[in-house]
């Protein structure tokens, strides 16, 4: 076995991909370096990501200032992380042709305010896909209901698809649907399935965030074991919910459905692991990392995590351990009155509104860099 606790836990059938992306890291050879290194096998982007990514340092003034002054603000943006992805994709191509198309994806996101249009969707996933050109960018759709039907048609299109913000057992269960349903309709037309791949990124440390808010507000009300049963609970939600997501993928690809696509050679939607650092501080480090370890699953990973893993992660398989006590905290949060769709659905709402405001302030910042940097030609002029 490695000593590398990062290959181990790619040995154990879960692949890392890198949760962020800079032109500092695609220029300097650091991802290739980190490829080699943490067993690196994709990477995703957001707004929140190029938000950073543009606010800081001058890597991005040349190409903004070479544009043309016609472009809007989301045309620039667009020309911009769309450079970046397609440079990702480039240089995880080699994990692509290794793997057979199996692993080696880059996700672009299309922007939040298509979210509950699936009609402008795909008209966006079709313009980021065409201008990043490359077999294996995945582009990144929202998990409403809206989202599921642009993705079937993405998929009966033979793009490859990241599902984003699931939280809901019942939302993962309509993008697997969606995901069975778009291969058939390839199928149907006579088009191969065996080039495209799909995952569902399944949010995990935000449902303890909620769950573990609204647990502490009926602790402070309570008292003696009522108020210990409460607390008790605290850290636990997110990964039963998710571990509960994987059983979900198991049966769902384990059906006389599956097999007739799979014989086609068609590829399993793998769960992702999305928002696994942790934020309670009193909670390790590594603890959703560590707890969701399995085959056929993806952890995209923040940096910190990936470093805090490489240093003291342990890796066993966990993903489907004890499942009956997974659904017992589901049944006990609901006993003391937290609904765990209550949770879910504010989520799904929370994360679009904290996308969109990424979008609206990546897209204000950029307007205040291009202005400068226009500014300054003209001074120089």
């Not at 249009?117 to 065409?130: F, K, M, P």
């Not at 791949?197 to 507000?217: G, I, N, P």
Request: glycine letters at 6%.
């Amino acid at each position: 076995m490695s000593d590398n606790r990062l290959q181990q836990l790619h040995d154990a059938g879960q692949s890392i991909w890198l949760d962020f992306i800079d032109r500092g890291i695609l220029r300097s050879g650091d991802l290739q370096r980190r490829i080699a290194r943490d067993a690196l096998t994709g990477m995703t982007s957001n707004p929140t990501i190029f938000e950073k990514a543009l606010a800081d340092g001058i890597a991005y003034d040349d190409q903004i200032k070479g544009a043309a002054a016609t472009l809007t603000t989301m045309d620039l943006f667009e020309l911009v992380e769309t450079s970046d992805v397609r440079d990702a994709c480039d240089v995880f191509m080699p994990v692509y042709e290794a793997t057979n198309g199996a692993d080696g994806y880059v996700s672009i996101e299309v922007s939040p305010t298509s979210a509950n249009d699936s009609h402008a969707t795909v008209a966006e996933a079709q313009r980021l896909w065409a201008m990043v050109d490359r077999p294996n960018v995945m582009i990144k759709v929202p998990g409403t209901a809206e989202g599921c039907t642009a993705v079937r048609t993405l998929i009966g299109a033979g793009m490859n698809v990241n599902i984003t913000l699931l939280f809901a057992i019942a939302a993962h269960r309509r993008v697997i649907d969606a995901y069975l349903a778009g291969l058939e309709d390839r199928l149907r037309a006579g088009k191969p399935v065996d080039r495209v791949a799909s995952v569902a990124s399944f949010f995990v440390s935000r449902v303890d965030t909620e769950v573990d808010r609204r647990l502490d507000a009926l602790a402070a009300t309570a008292s003696g074991a009522q108020r210990d049963r409460l607390l008790a609970l605290r850290g636990k939600a997110a990964i039963a919910n998710a571990r509960l997501a994987y059983q979900l993928f198991r049966d769902e690809f384990s059906t006389p459905r599956w097999a007739t696509l799979h014989a086609a050679g068609a590829r399993l939607q793998r769960p992702l692991w999305a928002s696994t650092g942790v934020k309670n501080p009193a909670y390790r480090d590594v603890l959703y990392a560590e707890q969701l370890i399995g085959p056929d699953t993806v952890n995209t990973m923040p940096p910190a995590l990936i470093d805090a893993f490489r240093d003291h992660g342990e890796t066993r398989r966990t993903v489907d351990a004890d499942l009956p006590a997974a659904r017992q905290v589901i049944d006990d949060l609901a006993a003391v009155g937290i609904a765990l769709d209550d949770v879910t659905d504010k989520l799904l709402t929370e994360g679009l509104a904290s996308f969109q405001k990424s979008f609206d302030t990546l897209s204000a910042g950029l307007q205040k860099k291009t202005d400068a940097l226009r500014a300054e030609m003209s001074a120089a002029r």
